[in-house]
């Protein structure tokens, strides 16, 4: 069932971010599902799921991206890990505590990523942090929110995140 | 409440920190190595994605189709004496060019040049945008399988969209003309300078190194020099807005509008082949003897 879960998310988000979020976008940026997605396997299944399925997202979108793939791998793969990591040291996660997390770990990932990538010099930190990182980390930080809300009204969450913590 | 068993046995920790420790070394000692694994392990991983990727995007565009043919008509007779209007201006330029071109196929006798042929071209649809931010590209629908292969150029008729930089069996990854990290060897059509046409991150063109002493002017179109891989010379790039001369610079630059409104293409061109010879091969021919 998880596996399956998984593979829907891994197989379901390139289209979903590639045809229907441009058209949801903030002042030309769209929210990164990759980076939503991995964070709450992480903090809710622990690192091994969320090093594995974030390997497999930042590959997948990276296929369809001019983005190193390695890289995109690496990215969102250690992102998955360290949100696996955190998830294990809280004993209550609730949806504000949440939506700031990802706003916060949205906007770092967005800080490393032009560095990683060698960038053209016209894209420098300045600019990246202004016209992508932020606007995207509000996106993923609401988007991210939204579904743990849903999640939270749907799913007893805490035992959830017990489990994996055992 | 749903409850799922998502248990974590401290095995699975141990083990996603061997692999996080792992990757982390193979990124940092072999990177080379470890992307064309990634790389060529991606193939049957696209070949997936890219069936939900082709059926969203055909939903997409039957929906958008609609909508847009039904927006389409509040403004039809308009645009149908707009275009009445375009039409014999065209039917105008046509005789002059058609004038033209005569012209230039007795001078190219004169001069011997060896009939060009054209180069061979692929059809693909556009199917989605770039999955991050941090690029400007699009996806087309065809992919190796179809012939389509890196550092290919990509036209419509208008002009140049860009580059091929990634492809999987069915799909292709094309970087525009508007990126900031794509780079295209150019030329001002009126005054033979030549120049590199990069993208800016306000989604419009520069182009640089022109020579100080150019006579570029706003309203000069630049076109493709046929320098480089991909493109053959000639090809419409843009149009020059501003030039920027800055005090004691050794070139100058020009802004470019560019000739294709990258929102809003949906069908393109692969340049998959050139027989046509570019100028670097023109150059390196050696000349027939009289």
């Given amino acids: ?166 | 409440m749903w409850m799922v068993n998502l248990r974590v046995t401290s095995n699975a920790r141990r083990v996603a920190l061997v692999l996080a420790v792992v990757l982390i070394l193979g990124f940092l000692l072999l990177p080379g190595q470890l992307q064309s694994v990634f790389q060529g392990v991606g193939g049957p991983l696209g070949w997936i994605i890219s069936w939900p990727l082709s059926a969203v995007a055909g939903v997409h565009d039957r929906i958008a189709g609609v909508w847009g043919g039904y927006v389409a008509l509040q403004g039809m007779e308009e645009e149908n004496r707009q275009l009445k209007r375009e039409l014999e201006l065209l039917k105008e330029q046509n005789v002059q060019l058609r004038e033209s071109a005569a012209a230039t196929e007795r001078l190219a006798t004169l001069l011997e040049f060896k009939k060009q042929a054209l180069p061979s071209l692929i059809a693909a649809q556009v199917i989605g945008r770039d999955t991050g931010n941090w690029y400007k590209t699009i996806i087309l629908d065809k992919g190796a399988s179809d012939g389509v292969l890196p550092d290919q150029g990509v036209i419509t008729p208008a002009g140049v969209v860009g580059r091929i930089v990634k492809t999987t069996a069915s799909t292709a990854v094309v970087l525009l003309v508007t990126d900031p990290n794509n780079a295209i060897a150019g030329l001002i059509q009126r005054t033979r300078d030549e120049g590199i046409v990069e993208g800016t991150t306000q989604g419009q063109a520069r182009l640089k190194y022109i020579p100080l002493l150019s006579g570029a002017r706003p309203g000069d179109r630049v076109v493709t020099s046929g320098l480089v891989e991909g493109f053959p010379r000639g090809l419409a790039i843009g149009t020059i807005t501003r030039i920027d001369k800055e005090e004691e610079a050794l070139f100058q630059s020009a802004e470019l509008t560019p000739e294709v409104d990258p929102s809003r293409i949906e069908e393109v061109l692969v340049i998959q082949s050139s027989l046509a010879p570019t100028e670097k091969e023109r150059l390196s021919m050696p000349r027939h003897k009289p």
């Avoid at chain 1, 879960?5 to 045809?19: A, E, F, K, M, R």
């Avoid at chain 1, 799921?49 to 793969?77: E, P």
């Avoid at chain 1, 010099?121 to 995207?136: E, K, R, T």
Wanted: charged share 10%.
């Fill in chain 1, 1 to 166: 069932m998880k596996a399956l879960l998984y593979g829907v998310i891994i197989v379901g988000i390139v289209p979903v971010q590639s045809v229907l979020l441009p058209h949801l976008t903030l002042w030309g940026v769209k929210p990164d599902l990759g980076v939503v997605a991995v964070c709450l396997i992480g903090l809710i299944s622990g690192e091994l799921d969320g090093l594995l399925v974030g390997v497999a997202v930042g590959w997948a979108l990276s296929l369809f991206s001019a983005q190193d793939v390695l890289t995109g791998a690496m990215l969102k793969g250690g992102l998955g890990f360290v949100a696996g990591l955190a998830g294990r040291q809280m004993v209550y996660l609730s949806p504000l505590v949440l939506v700031l997390g990802l706003l916060v770990v949205s906007c770092l990932v967005g800080l490393v990523t032009p560095v990683v990538l060698k960038l053209s010099p016209q894209q420098d930190l300045w600019w990246a942090v202004w016209n992508v990182a932020l606007p995207q980390a509000c996106l993923d930080a609401v988007i991210g929110g939204a579904i743990y809300w849903l999640m939270w009204s749907q799913f007893n969450i805490e035992q959830l995140m017990s489990e994996s913590r055992m």
